[in-house]
C-alpha cells in the first residue's frame, strides 16, 4: 500500500483501531502502536442485574469459579454476536482501553471489524450496531478472510490466485482470491471451540471423565496435533469420574488426542478440497506456485500444515504470528481508507 503523509498526519489526531472481534479472543490494532489489546472474549456478569463485573483475561480466569450470582460468559458464538448488550460493553472497555494510549485528546475512533464471511446480514448489522454503540465515531466491517489475507501479506490485489484458510475460535473460512476480489470461499462452524469440545467428548466417552473445557484447550494447544509428532508425549487431564462422581487424573496421549480431534481437522479438509474442486484450473495453478496460507489461532495446532500439504498436494505454511492477522488486516484498511473500500463489505455509517 502507497504510504500518504496526509493520511499519516491525520492518524496523529485520530484514532484509527481495527478489531479481530472473535469467539474466543478479541485483538485491537491501534494504527501506528500496533496489537495493543490481546485478550479472551469472557465477560463476568450479576446474574440479577447483567452488569459486567470483569471483562477479557480478569473474566475468564472467573470461569468455573463464579458463585450462583454471578456468571461468566462470551457473548459470541460461531463468531456472532448472541449476547448484543454483553458485546456492546465488552467493546466499549476495550476501545476505551485502546483510547485512553492515546497521546493527545482525539475524537471518537473509526473502527474497522472483521465478521465471518458465512454471517448472514442480520448479524453483521448486529455487529456494525454494536461498534456505534460503543462509541465508535464510524464503523466499517471486512470479511474476515479477507482481513486475514492482508495481514497475512498475501498478494490478493494480483492476477494470481492466492488461498488463505482461516481457523478461529467459532469459524473455519477458506477463501481464494484474485484481482482483489474473492474468487470463491466457505465457511463453516467448526474451529477451535469444536476441537475443544472433541478432546472433552473423547475423554469422558474413554474414560468416564469429565474435563472442563479449558482444560481440553490447554492440553489442545500443548500438544494436540493433526500429524505424527516426532516424539509422541503423554499428559495429565483432571476431572471428575462419572461412575464415583470423585476427582480423578489419567494419562492421556498425543496420539489419542490426535484420534479426538479427526472429525474437526477431517471437516477442514474435506472444506478445503470442495472450494479447490470448485476453482478454475488457472488459479489452481497459481497456487500450486504460492501454496496455501494458515492464518488465526487454529492454525497453530501441531503438523497441521504438513497435513494440509499431504492432503491438497500443495505447500501449506503457516502466516507469520497467525493470530493477530485478521486485526492487521482491519487496521490496513484504515491507512487510505478511500483506496481500500473495495474490501469492505459495504455496510457502513457515520454517526451523526
Not at 30 to 52: D, L, M, Q
Not at 251 to 279: C, N, Q
Not at 301 to 314: C, P, Q, T, Y
Request: net charge negative; hydrophobic share 45%.
Amino acid at each position: 500500500m502507497v504510504f500518504n503523509p496526509f493520511n499519516w498526519l491525520l492518524g496523529l489526531f485520530s484514532l484509527d483501531i481495527g478489531i479481530d472481534l472473535g469467539t474466543a479472543n478479541t485483538l485491537v490494532n491501534v494504527r501506528g502502536k500496533g496489537i495493543v489489546i490481546n485478550e479472551p472474549s469472557w465477560v463476568a456478569i450479576e446474574k440479577k442485574t447483567r452488569r459486567p463485573l470483569a471483562i477479557g483475561a480478569e473474566a475468564k480466569e472467573m470461569v468455573g469459579r463464579t458463585s450462583s450470582s454471578v456468571i461468566a460468559l462470551r457473548p459470541l458464538r460461531d463468531g456472532v454476536i448472541s449476547e448484543f448488550d454483553i458485546t456492546e460493553a465488552m467493546l466499549e472497555y476495550f476501545i476505551g482501553k485502546a483510547h485512553e494510549q492515546s497521546i493527545v485528546p482525539v475524537p471518537r475512533p473509526r473502527v474497522v471489524v472483521g465478521v465471518p464471511k458465512g454471517a448472514t446480514e442480520v448479524e453483521k448489522r448486529a455487529v456494525y450496531d454494536a461498534s456505534m454503540a460503543a462509541g465508535a465515531r464510524e464503523a466499517f466491517l471486512i470479511n474476515e478472510p479477507t482481513a486475514a489475507a492482508l495481514g497475512a501479506n498475501l498478494p490478493i490485489a494480483d492476477v494470481r490466485g492466492s488461498m488463505i484458510i482461516d481457523i478461529g475460535g467459532g469459524t473455519t473460512e477458506i477463501a481464494i482470491f484474485s484481482m482483489g476480489d474473492m474468487v470463491a470461499s466457505r465457511s463453516m462452524r467448526i474451529a477451535g471451540d469444536e476441537m475443544d469440545v472433541d478432546i472433552v467428548n473423547y475423554v469422558r466417552n474413554k474414560y468416564n471423565l469429565l474435563i472442563g473445557e479449558r482444560m481440553a484447550e490447554g492440553v489442545k494447544i500443548d500438544m494436540g496435533s493433526a500429524y505424527p509428532l516426532k516424539e509422541e508425549r503423554i499428559t495429565t487431564v483432571r476431572g471428575r469420574n462419572l461412575v464415583s462422581g470423585l476427582p480423578e487424573a489419567v494419562e492421556i496421549s498425543s496420539v489419542e488426542l490426535r484420534e479426538a480431534l479427526s472429525s474437526s481437522i477431517r471437516a477442514i479438509i474435506d472444506m478445503a478440497k470442495d472450494l479447490l474442486d470448485e476453482t478454475p484450473p488457472e488459479i489452481v495453478s497459481d497456487l500450486m506456485e504460492l501454496g496455501v496460507c494458515l492464518a488465526g489461532g487454529g492454525s497453530q495446532l501441531h503438523g497441521l500444515d504438513e497435513r494440509l500439504s499431504s492432503e491438497l498436494r500443495m505447500r501449506a505454511w503457516v502466516a507469520e504470528d497467525p493470530m493477530t492477522c485478521v486485526a492487521r488486516g482491519a487496521g490496513l484498511i484504515l491507512e487510505d481508507l478511500e483506496a481500500n473500500r473495495q474490501f469492505l463489505t459495504g455496510l457502513e455509517r457515520t454517526r451523526g
